[in-house]
């Protein structure tokens, strides 16, 4: 069966404070991995890893792929109380219409 | 960026009523267009794909004949929960994915909030 599993399931830090959530998977098909971020309503993207070992970046975020030990994490530097949010990492079967396969998501709260 | 349009947002209706969920993509065509579901504090799982001009591909465990999905054109795909129950209450959200064959990410919908009374 298809798995995705997010570490931890919720955080509280302080504002300023760095952050890393993991998402490892086990995926017969695997494609790419994507990151969205979920407040209120539908999750937003923010990052989408195809290739090991290839940072993306976007302003204070930035993720890494390893396809060898099946796993990405997403970094949040500087962290401000607008992070607060579920983080979600789906991966992208390599099937005919490339459906998602969501972890359980990881809760993040920033305190002020 | 690409914008997934849903409506409504909110839909509170009686037991055994049919509620139509409809989901636009508003800049851009959708071949493929997926209807999750998901409950209170967890992910989101997958319904079904609804692909334009043929039927959808459900996934293991969901009523096809409960859960009616029409993809009617390159922008548009509706959810129809028939005869809904206490049971089907949840929040339902589409997304659309450019183009198929490419690494294109799919772009969610803000959402229906389904309460049935």
């Known amino acids: 069966e298809d798995k995705v599993v997010q570490s931890p399931l919720s955080l509280v830090v302080h504002e300023g404070d760095t952050v890393t959530l993991n998402c490892s998977y086990e995926v017969t098909n695997f494609r790419s991995l994507l990151w969205y971020k979920q407040e209120k309503k539908a999750p937003t993207f923010l990052f989408m890893l195809t290739s090991s070992g290839i940072e993306k970046k976007s302003g204070r975020l930035s993720s890494i792929l390893d396809k060898k030990e099946l796993f990405s994490i997403l970094n949040i530097t500087a962290t401000q109380t607008g992070d607060s949010a579920v983080y979600l990492c789906?991966?992208?079967?390599?099937?005919?219409?490339?459906?998602?396969?969501f972890g359980t998501g990881t809760r993040l709260l920033v305190s002020p | 960026g690409a914008v997934v349009s849903q409506h409504p947002s909110w839909v509170i209706c009686k037991s055994g009523t049919s509620v139509k969920i409809e989901c636009r993509s508003l800049d851009f065509q959708a071949t493929t267009m997926f209807w999750y579901r998901q409950f209170p504090k967890q992910s989101l799982m997958l319904m079904a794909t609804?692909?334009?001009?043929?039927?959808?591909?459900?996934e293991q465990g969901v009523e096809k004949d409960k859960f009616l999905i029409n993809h009617a054109s390159l922008t548009l795909s509706t959810l129809t929960v028939t005869s809904a129950h206490p049971e089907d209450s949840s929040f339902y959200i589409c997304?659309?994915?450019?183009?198929?064959?490419?690494?294109?990410?799919?772009?969610f919908g803000d959402g229906t909030r389904l309460s049935i009374l």
């Open positions: 609804s692909n334009e001009g043929s039927k959808a591909t459900y």
């Open positions: 997304s659309a994915r450019l183009l198929q064959g490419h690494n294109q990410p799919q772009h």
């Open positions: 789906a991966v992208v079967m390599n099937t005919g219409f490339q459906k998602l396969v």
